[in-house]
């Protein structure tokens, strides 16, 4: 058995609850971004809710969208999570190109934070503040290029908004960068898609990566679109992420080598031959089975730990 698997059994087996282990390990939970690629690590978290298993992890750590699904988890409401993707009036509000023509960005964050998650489909933002697996949401540092952890600036229930906002401001489609404790941010997949190596520069022993890239699906450069329109954003809004949106394909690269070499690591994703979602997908079909299938890519990871018992 893998050893984050077995650290997990363990701790679901003694009833371990953070705060009060009988073992010197921190397991963190990190869960990759990619916009409505999100919708496979929805279906993932939304797994590990109904089993019970949070309470084995130490901390969340998440990017861009998958900041959101880890926030759905902590706050207990994961199953309320999901039903969002698939809601075509909602995803044509939060995700519409047309939105250009009124000169507004394309991702609508304002109303996903402040109308989505506040009013129709309400996250509990209190119980993320007082869960004690801590929750840290990633962003990129407008102004240095730095991937950096939002933890500290979640102080009331106003900042963990601001901050699942600023996690979440994809360059061009969110509009101008977000700004968060005197800082600006833009989304936190320009400098750290998946969020494993914060985790374990924080001290995590091992660390579950609910990703949403299959393993068919390897890392590609840009298109060539991407490459000369994103920096120009840059310049104007956020110049010292420039570098780190170059330097993307590199990254991502050297990512896959190390999670499928480090044993602190272990990854779950969808499987060979789902559905493509791009970025932008809306059509609640597609966004129905990526659920669906994160969901079961979970269920058959944790299925090892039943037959151990």
């Known amino acids: 058995m893998h050893p984050v698997l077995g650290l997990i059994g363990e701790r679901r087996a003694a009833g371990s609850r953070p705060g009060k282990r009988t073992d010197s390990r921190r397991l963190a939970l990190a869960i990759e971004g990619g916009s409505s690629r999100g919708t496979y690590s929805s279906g993932m978290v939304l797994a590990l809710d109904e089993l019970g298993v949070l309470p084995a992890f130490d901390a969340v750590y998440g990017s861009s969208a998958g900041a959101l699904n880890g926030a759905w988890l902590l706050c207990g409401r994961s199953a309320t999570g999901v039903r969002t993707w698939w809601n075509p009036e909602m995803m044509r509000r939060i995700i519409n190109p047309l939105h250009t023509l009124r000169g507004r960005a394309v991702i609508d964050l304002e109303y996903l934070v402040h109308q989505v998650y506040s009013v129709l489909e309400p996250m ?11 929750f840290h949401p990633l962003a990129t540092d407008a102004d240095t290029g730095l991937s950096t952890d939002l933890h500290p600036f979640l102080t009331d229930v106003d900042a963990v908004k601001i901050a699942l906002a600023a996690s979440s401001a994809m360059p061009v489609l969110a509009g101008p960068p977000v700004a968060l404790g005197g800082r600006r941010f833009v989304d936190a997949g320009v400098a750290e898609p998946l969020p494993f190596r914060t985790a374990l520069a924080q001290g995590a022993t091992d660390v579950l990566v609910l990703r949403t890239r299959r393993a068919d699906e390897p890392p590609l450069p840009p298109p060539r679109v991407h490459d000369v329109v994103v920096p120009r954003f840059l310049r104007r809004y956020a110049p010292g992420a420039i570098d780190a949106w170059r330097d993307q ?3 991502d690269l050297e990512d896959e080598r190390t999670l ?4 602190r690591l272990l990854s779950v994703r969808p499987p060979a031959g789902a559905p493509d979602v791009v970025a932008l997908e809306r059509d609640p079909a597609v966004l129905r089975r990526a659920v669906e299938l994160g969901k079961e890519a979970v269920c058959v990871v944790l299925e090892s730990l039943r037959e151990a018992s």
């Open 249 to 251: 394909y590199r990254r």
């Open 124 to 134: 509990d933002f209190p119980a993320i503040l007082a869960n004690p697996v801590t």
């Open 260 to 263: 499928a070499t480090d044993e």
